[in-house]
């Protein structure tokens, strides 16, 4: 059975930091494409950063430069850096993973940015 349990959001100020974490179970990440999404008020879920088997990475246009997508393969943890935090990153994180052509998501982190 695959799992994903996000961990990690909270209220930070502008300009602030903070560190999402997704563990997995019933998967090795390794193994997936996985990523993470959000989704903010009224909006639609949309692409934050995907992390490849090999390890290349990429990012929305606007998260690019302050977001990191990493895993530890020891964990089988992946997470998202954030920094520079701006009120527009105001949204419910999603981890994922691509497994066998089926979607996988966690149940969301709430990362809120205001002053």
């Known amino acids: 059975q695959v799992q994903l349990v996000e961990s990690g959001g909270g209220l930070v100020q502008p300009g602030g930091s903070l560190r999402l974490s997704c563990v997995a179970s019933?998967?090795?990440?390794?193994?997936?494409?996985a990523g993470w999404y959000r989704q903010a008020p009224g909006k639609q879920r949309e692409l934050v950063a995907i992390l490849s088997t090999g390890g290349s990475a990429n990012y929305a246009d606007s998260v690019k430069g302050r977001f990191t997508v990493s895993r530890d393969n020891a964990k089988n943890t992946l997470y998202l850096q954030m920094s520079g935090l701006k009120p527009e990153d105001t949204a419910v994180y999603y981890c994922?993973?691509?497994?066998?052509?089926?979607?996988?998501w966690g149940q969301g982190t709430q990362v809120t940015v205001s002053s």
């Open positions: 994922h993973a691509l497994v066998r052509g089926m979607n996988y």
């Open positions: 019933g998967i090795l990440f390794s193994a997936y494409f």
